[in-house]
């Protein structure tokens, strides 16, 4: 019987290719994101071509109450999750008392508590079964603060550090937890959050989804508690450690701009 992987934001980008990879590993899936179109066109596709089974389900993961609604849609269907991938997320970017409050309330929603929710509902499964992986997409933005994006740094060093606790928290009882945080990635992301025309946008360090996604996936397996992807993006995290912290605000704004 093949295990199973729950993969959030998994219509495009970085989620995709975690659906496209777990598949070719041979783990059935559960797609969850907003699209139903989107999400049964793909996995038609990766029943298609690699003979798994691909369950959709579509939620807006912004309203509280669906972490809760999806935890019970799964055990209704009498489906064990051994796989948690907490990658969806949303961004934005300007001067914070610009934006909607009512989007940036969302981004929190969506980017810390429907995540925390989940780690709580099948993280506990997975303790009482002695057995699981929760792996939640970070970003190398979680180092550090991040002038006109700075509600999306926050709630990135909130699923770094929360993260960390729990790979600690719950390794005694079988269960691994990994945050993955990618830099810059080819996606709808800079798009979504009106960010095309930044620096941070053009920069050369930006990375293809599917190896942000095989990156995330080979540290999972290897129970690392924190991956960075790229050496640059390793090096630039590092380096907040060691650097004024008023001068990692300037080179962020620099590159936010």
Do not use: W
């Not at 995709?16 to 596709?45: I, M, P």
């Not at 909607?100 to 709580?120: F, K, P, R, Y």
């Not at 924190?226 to 001068?247: D, H, K, Y």
């Amino acid at each position: 019987m093949n295990k199973t992987a729950l993969i959030t934001g998994a219509s495009v980008g970085i989620g995709s290719e975690f659906c496209k990879l777990f598949a070719k590993e041979g783990y059935d899936l559960v797609l969850v994101a907003r699209s139903q179109d989107k999400l049964e066109t793909l996995a038609e596709e990766l029943q298609s071509q690699y003979q798994i089974t691909a369950h959709v389900i579509a939620k807006d993961l912004t309203k509280p109450e669906t972490a809760q609604e999806l935890f019970s849609e799964t055990q209704d269907k009498n489906l064990t999750i051994d796989i948690l991938v907490n990658n969806a997320g949303i961004g934005s970017s300007g001067k914070f008392t610009d934006l909607d409050l009512v989007a940036e309330l969302n981004m929190i929603q969506l980017n810390v508590t429907t995540l925390v929710a989940l780690c709580h509902l099948y993280g506990k499964a997975m303790s009482e079964r002695k057995q699981g992986e929760i792996l939640n997409v970070a970003s190398t933005a979680a180092f550090q603060s991040g002038p006109y994006m700075a509600n999306y740094y926050a709630s990135k060093s909130y699923v770094l550090l929360f993260s960390e606790g729990l790979h600690e928290e719950l390794k005694k009882d079988g269960v691994s937890v990994t945050a993955l945080c990618p830099g810059p990635t080819a996606t709808e992301f800079f798009n979504a959050a009106d960010m095309t025309s930044t620096n941070l946008a053009k920069s050369p360090l930006i990375m293809p989804a599917s190896k942000v996604a095989r990156i995330g996936y080979n540290a999972m397996n290897k129970n690392k508690a924190v991956v960075v992807t790229g050496l640059i993006n390793n090096l630039m995290a590092q380096s907040v450690r060691i650097s004024p912290r008023l001068v990692i605000r300037k080179v962020v704004t620099f590159l936010n701009t």
